[in-house]
């Protein structure tokens, strides 16, 4: 079959970074070891915290995004005909954001899918690109990552006393940031480019890690209504720390058994919460192999503590921002790792890198 490369990379986040400083004059403090263990000094958002206005929205940032990429890449928007766009936080129901996006790019026809599979969509989104880039059904596709999340935040503390603001409600309010990362990935000769990648579902018996309740069909919109909050946000922060090591070390697993290929010659590996204290220890308390991890030591790149928990924009996001620093480099072997905390998904693939 014919090899895929990524021959372009974009990412885009909005305003000034948020630092965690004023997050704490909004919601109040944490505790110092939960504090700590989140890692996150910045982020960005598309909602101002003083006034809840949006500076844009979701389809703003993906377009951005992939324009850069496109830019990067040297490609004109005409030439894609596959695009794949994962997000939680669109900015309607429907019509799909990745077809406002197709809208704005000025293309009348092409092939689109969106992904609801938060951290792991994206990567996800490589391996179905890659098997139709190779088997000749599309030459160009654009994969785009975006995630507007703040607009769910604002209301948790807008016009509300910090001291009133229960600690469950606090924590997400430090995690999450917004933003949008895009991939272009085409068809060609020559080594390298994108292997076969792993994914799964293995929370199939767990409640959710992160749950997103209202806007949805899961109760009268008239019973919604009444609600304190039109969106909940709620995340279980002890059941992520009991459970994202194990998607990490299983995904890590699965993608180099799906690529063929030893952990030793992996030169980075890029998974978003990959550096954060919480994780490194959970996977000590847990007694977890980490045979794969270890070798991997040094080698993990990971943009979370200056981004924010940014969703599905993490991997192209991060990835893009690796490669603009001159942390990627031509020949670099790149593994890859997306996971997700709302029912425990987690993609991997690897990538050996051929662009400049």
């Not at 993906?62 to 894609?80: N, T």
């Not at 199939?204 to 008239?222: C, E, L, M, N, S």
């Not at 007694?287 to 969703?311: C, E, F, R, T």
């Not at 790792?337 to 998904?345: N, Q, R």
Request: aromatic fraction near 4%.
């Amino acid at each position: 079959m014919t090899n895929v490369h990524v021959i372009g990379t974009g990412g885009y986040q909005p305003g000034d970074p948020i630092p965690t400083s004023e997050i704490e004059r909004l919601v109040g403090p944490l505790p110092a070891d939960v504090l700590e263990g989140l890692a996150i000094t910045s982020r960005h958002w598309i909602a101002d915290p003083a006034t809840g206005a949006q500076s844009e929205n979701n389809s703003d940032m993906a377009l951005k995004a992939a324009q850069r990429a496109l830019e990067s890449a040297g490609v004109d928007a005409a030439e894609i005909d596959l695009m794949i766009l994962a997000t939680g936080t669109p900015d309607y129901v429907l019509p799909p954001v990745v077809n406002l996006v197709q809208e704005r790019l000025g293309l009348v026809r092409c092939a689109t899918m969106e992904l609801r599979s938060g951290g792991a969509g994206v990567v996800q989104a490589m391996e179905i690109a890659r098997r139709f880039l190779a088997d000749g059904t599309y030459r160009t596709a654009l994969l785009i990552g975006s995630e507007a999340i703040s607009p769910v935040l604002i209301p948790v503390f807008l016009g509300q006393d910090p001291a009133r603001i229960r600690m469950r409600e606090r924590i997400p309010v430090y995690m999450f940031g917004d933003g949008a990362g895009a991939l272009v990935m085409r068809a060609g000769e020559g080594p390298g480019g994108v292997s076969a990648g792993a994914t799964a579902c293995i929370g199939g018996d767990r409640k959710p890690g992160i749950h997103a309740v209202g806007g949805g069909t899961h109760a009268p919109i008239a019973e919604q209504l009444k609600a304190k909050r039109l969106v909940d946000l709620r995340v279980d922060v002890v059941g992520a720390g009991d459970f994202t090591p194990q998607m990490v070390i299983e995904g890590i697993g699965a993608t180099l058994a799906a690529a063929k290929v030893d952990v030793e010659t992996v030169d980075l590996c890029l998974v978003p919460e990959g550096n954060v204290g919480w994780m490194r220890d959970s996977l000590t308390d847990q007694g977890l192999d980490q045979g794969a991890w270890k070798a991997l030591d040094g080698k993990v790149i990971d943009s979370l503590p200056v981004m924010g928990a940014v969703g599905c924009a993490a991997v192209p996001l991060f990835l893009d921002d690796a490669w603009r620093s001159g942390r990627i480099r031509r020949g670099d072997r790149v593994m890859v790792v997306g996971v997700e905390s709302t029912k425990w998904i987690y993609a991997g693939a690897v990538i050996d890198w051929t662009m400049p």
